[in-house]
């Protein structure tokens, strides 16, 4: 099959969507999972209860469809859940293994006891090896991280993020500005180098009203905890995204993905 085509004027409007979507690259919300609580996520907003009970964990039968429809990238980057804690999330690497698509794995890296244990990661790290890149989200330099990433343990995901760079794998340190945070990026900066990591600083205009009508009132509270970060680290639109220390897995994984 040819790539992307542009539309002509005889074309059929759903022959040329088929025909392109192909090349797409899906973000797969692979279950209703995540044993975090961070307060901006859709989790703990109102309109997030009746989309969990709605939700159900993928299973490999429905994800072998969508690898047998797109061609191209694959995301996992939950808007309800964390992709490591669907019981098939190994397999689902195991299935990818090899495929070239440049699969993107957005996680709070937090470990279940029972079940993400050290082999787990080592496993999960392997598959995909060149192929796949693993951003964590720590929003901060040190357990401050846990302010708003409710429920991790920040020495626990730092030392998942250490053995996944000493493997070799692309490790992208997601963090979120805030207040309480912003006056450590030139140490996370430094940070990121130490560890072969790459620094992904994200600047959002998300909301830090705890007066918000679409906050859980159990979430209220909790908003002064990570106060709006100054002006220069705030932006109008929805986000924005610098990359910093980009490291030569991250590069190779970006040449994978764009291929």
Known sequence: MARFTELQSNDRIADWYAHNEVWGSPNIDSSHRCILRCPQC??????????????????TEDFQKILDYYEHCITFCGQLSDPIYNPNFLTFLKMLDGSGR?????????????????????????????????????DGIDKKSELYRIGSNFDEVWKTMQLGASMGVAIVWQYIVFGYNEHEIE????????????LLLVKTNRGFDPQARNIRDSMKDIYNNFPAPSKKNTVKKIKNEEYFNVTTALETWRNTRNT
């Open 42 to 59: 859709l989790r703990q907003k109102k309109e997030g209860g009746p989309r969990i009970k709605r939700a159900y964990d993928l299973e």
């Open 102 to 138: 440049g699969v993107r794995i957005a996680t709070c890296g937090q470990s279940l006891p029972k079940t993400h244990t050290r082999e787990w990661w080592e496993e999960a790290f392997t598959y995909g090896m060149n192929e796949n890149a693993w951003y964590f989200g720590v």
């Open 187 to 198: 140490i996370a900066k430094q940070m990121a180098k130490d560890e072969g990591f790459t």
